[in-house]
């Protein structure tokens, strides 16, 4: 959501823009300027048309993913705004594996980057964003949500083609801030094309998650305030005018409503909205090179203990941002910007569109409500200590969808510290990253990266449980538990996306020890299996499909026992584990 910089100026000049030609290999990135030698990055950039008559195209990053890309999920990631660049905060300073450094000097490697576990891909979105752009600059007037769906939309259906290995991958989005409109609205539109029998396209649509997303405007605003005055940010006499002044139920403020809000915003002013508790930067965002050369030479001691105090974090991430892309060398190893037409600077955030976007959409929840049905995985997670789309507010929204409760609201934890809450519902899970802010990833990276792997993994119990059982089942491949051929061991979850009242299911995650042509052992296999009483009797014991006379049920249905298996080993089910 911060807005930072001027506004883009587009003017006609677009119209002589001219771009690469659209191939795979026209896109990959060999090198970045500044990119760490070690370890190697396989990421491509470049434009993808999504309509041809207007001309208008959208700037893509993509990552494969760190290890057996073929084998893991595609997953887009969308920032908000709108207005601001995925590829300025989601992949250069939150979640991708290279991140710019201070002063937009280079690049640095993130051990915590999402393609860990994904491939990765970051869109610039909608055009007028970032290095996305249209010839036909009246375009720029019509943006609103379902004119950014339309386009995400064109741009997957054409990435795909360019990228047709991922074409049948499950496929997933992400977003935090106003991509939580973005995120279920686009989810909504592949799910309805997909079932358009006409549609040229099939998208292998498996889920979505929304971090501190804006979800629906009156709980939102509610939750906004309240969390201005539970966290001592504005007085009781601010709060009581709220109250009084403001139903938040028409987004048609009153002006003692506006009035009574203008107060709390100005309270935020000189902290920062988005991370209560972190320090604010102190840079002059409108002009981030020559501002942050000035703010280092004066305050550089003043500065550094600043950063200090908030250890491992610099809240002034997005001018480095903007120095980075700004950089023409980098633009063109980076593909964009190729004929160096696109006017004015590259901005991690447009005020332009964010002032002319239209805002005609008061809540998404009637879209979790039917993609929950459809049996998508549902998850929203809130970063605790960002103030512009609290905790309180989405939890107002989550529980407005009326879902009858499966676990309570209980902590989740990593390295045996509470790293965050987490309830689920009947079809869907929402997860709070505690001390962190709006941009989860890269305030409490680790614990973001947990989060969407058990998101991924499609583990519907805490965070940190469905972790510790990927590490045992990790530890037990490396001891050599899968010696053996013919053996699997794994874990099973309940899992929200498919879950149902009437049938609900399980997806257990095996490890089967098969040998590939290389001896290889180890593939994972996801099953989806009806959960009965009848076969909760396997869930509890320690499971070894070769103690059984009988293989459990389940077992069957998606592998067959190799007949000879030497069923000596040892092998245990993490029923304990969550
Ligand atoms: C925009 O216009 C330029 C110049 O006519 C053209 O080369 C380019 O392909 C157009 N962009 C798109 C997406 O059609
Ligand atoms: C918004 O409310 C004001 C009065 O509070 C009214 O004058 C105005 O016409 C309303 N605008 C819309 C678009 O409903
Ligand atoms: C900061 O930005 C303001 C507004 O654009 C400008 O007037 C001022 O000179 C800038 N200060 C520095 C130190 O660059
Ligand atoms: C595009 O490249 C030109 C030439 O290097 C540069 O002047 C312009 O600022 C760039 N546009 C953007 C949006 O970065
Ligand atoms: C804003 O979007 C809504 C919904 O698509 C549309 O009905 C309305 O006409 C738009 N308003 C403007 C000013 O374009």
Redesign the pocket.
Known sequence: MAAAGLG?RLVSALALLAFSSCSRDADRVARLPGQPETPSVSQFAGYVTVNERHGRALFYWFFEAQTAPEEKPLLLWLNGGPGCSSIGYGAASELGPLRVVRQGAGLMFNEYAWNKEANLLFLESPVGVG?SYTNKSSDLDKLNDDFVAEDAYSFLVNWLERFPEYKDRGFYIAGESYAGHYVPQLAELVYERNMDKKGKAYINLKGFIAGNPITNDYYDSKGLAEYAWSHAVVSDEVYDRIKKYCNFKNSNWSDDCSAAMDIAYSQYREIDIYNIYAPKCLLNQTSPSSAAQAFFENDQEHFRRRIHMFSGYDPCYSSYAEDY??K?EV?KAFH??IS???????HVCSDSILNSYNFSVFSVLPIYSKLIKAGLRVWLYSGDADGRVPVIGSRYCVEALGLPTKTQWQPWYLDKQVAGRFVEYQGMSMVTVRGAGHLVPLNKPAEGLTLINTFLRGGSRSPEATAHSRFREDQARRRGACGVQGQAHGVCVQSAASSSRDSPLETCELLLCDYDDERRPARHEPLEVPVSDKYSAHYSNNFHPCNQRKAPPWLHVGFQMTPNADCSGDVTREASAF
């Open positions: 883009l290095f892309f700004n023409q633009q964009a910007n160096g037409l696109l006017p004015g600077k590259w």
